[in-house]
C-alpha cells in the first residue's frame, strides 16, 4: 500500500502565501517524479508543477515566478511554496507521485486526496 497525505491548504487573501506539503508513505521502492496539480469546479485538472527525482522543475505558465516546487528526497516529500496567490489560483490541489512500489519493479502513479486552496479578493 502506497499513501500520498497532503497538508497546508487553507484560506488566504490575495496576494498571500501558502505552502503545501504532500508525504509519501508504505511500501516504495523508489521515489521517482511528484507533483502538483489543481483543478477548479468546471475546469480540468491541470499540471502546476512537477520535478523530477534530480531536481528538475518545470512550471505552469500562469504560475511561473510566484511558485515553487522543491522536494525533500529522504522524506519522500514534495513542498509547493505558492506566493503572490490570486483569486484565480482558487482550486483543489492534487499531489501526484510517479513510483515503484516494493516487489513490483514497475512505475505507478499515485494521488493524494486534495487540499482546498481558496483565495479571497
Known amino acids: 500500500q502506497v499513501q500520498l497525505v497532503e497538508s497546508g491548504g487553507g484560506l488566504v487573501q490575495a496576494g498571500g502565501s501558502l505552502r503545501l506539503s504532500c508525504e509519501a508513505s508504505?511500501?516504495?521502492?523508489?521515489?521517482?517524479?511528484m507533483g502538483w496539480y489543481r483543478q477548479a469546479p468546471g475546469k480540468q485538472r491541470e499540471l502546476v508543477a512537477g520535478i523530477t527525482s534530480g531536481g528538475s522543475t518545470n512550471y505552469a505558465d500562469s504560475v511561473k515566478g510566484r511558485f515553487t516546487i522543491s522536494r525533500d528526497n529522504a522524506k519522500n516529500t514534495v513542498f509547493l511554496q505558492m506566493n503572490s496567490l490570486k483569486p484565480e489560483d482558487t482550486a483543489v490541489y492534487y499531489c501526484?507521485?510517479?513510483?515503484?512500489?516494493?516487489?513490483?519493479?514497475?512505475?505507478?502513479?499515485?494521488w493524494g486526496q486534495g487540499t482546498q486552496v481558496t483565495v479571497s479578493s
Open positions: 508504505g511500501n516504495i521502492f523508489r521515489m521517482i517524479d
Open positions: 501526484n507521485a510517479n513510483l515503484i512500489p516494493r516487489g513490483t519493479f514497475r512505475p505507478s502513479v499515485y
